[in-house]
């Protein structure tokens, strides 16, 4: 599983270069964009898809669907009333990414085998049956879905959160600092990466996940309080 998780990593960060390569030079632009200010592009203009926010049912972040020929993502507009939600903004960047992974990988041939294994959504009268995928509790999932899910699951959230992004946050730059010799951040560290988090444009969970997959820091629970600590030397090469 976790030799999947890598690979599934290393694919997600491939798709966002190739991406914005492409975006880079249909623009004719010769320095990168922040990643959160041309994402929504990324996924209209050259992947081909639909984007809409939309109300969605509550147990999803977003969802890709094929209506007719057309492939269409959808972000929930209901992100901020889920339980215990701090930065729906934040949250709505990574499930983006996680989409257009499905976009890439699930919707790219109409009536291909993956797309079979989609659910539909009754009560549709669309030139072809409407199909869905979305990033939901997970419940239920097994097999084929199963996997799907948990490659866009760490494919997308490699993709959203660009090393080249975090260099430009003058707070990632300070909790370089506060982490070179390692150890625990304290409270200063906590409020550093909420900051670095908001300058990528991702919540702060997905920020401390993607770091601990790298083997910069890691979360643990102490006395009931949660202390963020970092590893000396590994903030240096980010994907």
Request: hydrophobic content about 45%; proline content about 4%; overall charge negative.
């Amino acid at each position: 599983m976790e030799q999947r998780r890598v690979e599934a990593r290393r694919y997600g960060v491939l798709h966002r270069e190739r991406l914005v390569a492409t975006f880079m030079e249909r623009e004719g632009l010769t320095q990168r964009p922040a990643l959160k200010e041309i994402a929504e592009q990324l996924v209209e203009d050259v992947q081909g898809a639909r984007l809409m926010h939309e109300v969605l049912p509550l147990d999803r972040y977003a969802q890709t669907e094929r209506v007719g020929s057309r492939v269409v993502v959808s972000i929930n507009t209901r992100i901020a009333e889920m339980e215990g939600i701090k930065d729906a903004a934040g949250i709505a960047l990574v499930a983006l990414f996680h989409e257009s992974i499905h976009v890439a990988d699930d919707f790219a041939h109409p009536g291909d085998e993956v797309s079979s294994h989609l659910q539909g959504l009754p009560g549709f009268e669309v030139e072809l049956p409407r199909l869905v995928v979305c990033r939901g509790p997970g419940e239920g999932l097994r097999g084929a879905a199963l996997e799907r899910e948990f490659w866009a699951e760490n494919a997308g959230l490699a993709a959203a959160i660009c090393g080249e992004d975090l260099a430009r946050s003058p707070a990632f730059a300070r909790l370089q600092e506060r982490a070179a010799l390692g150890g625990e951040l304290g409270t200063h560290g906590w409020n550093l990466l909420y900051s670095a988090a908001g300058d990528v444009g991702v919540n702060a969970s997905a920020l401390i996940k993607h770091l601990g997959f790298v083997g910069a820091l890691r979360v643990e629970k102490v006395d009931g309080r949660n202390r963020l600590l970092a590893a000396p030397n590994l903030f240096q090469e980010l994907p």
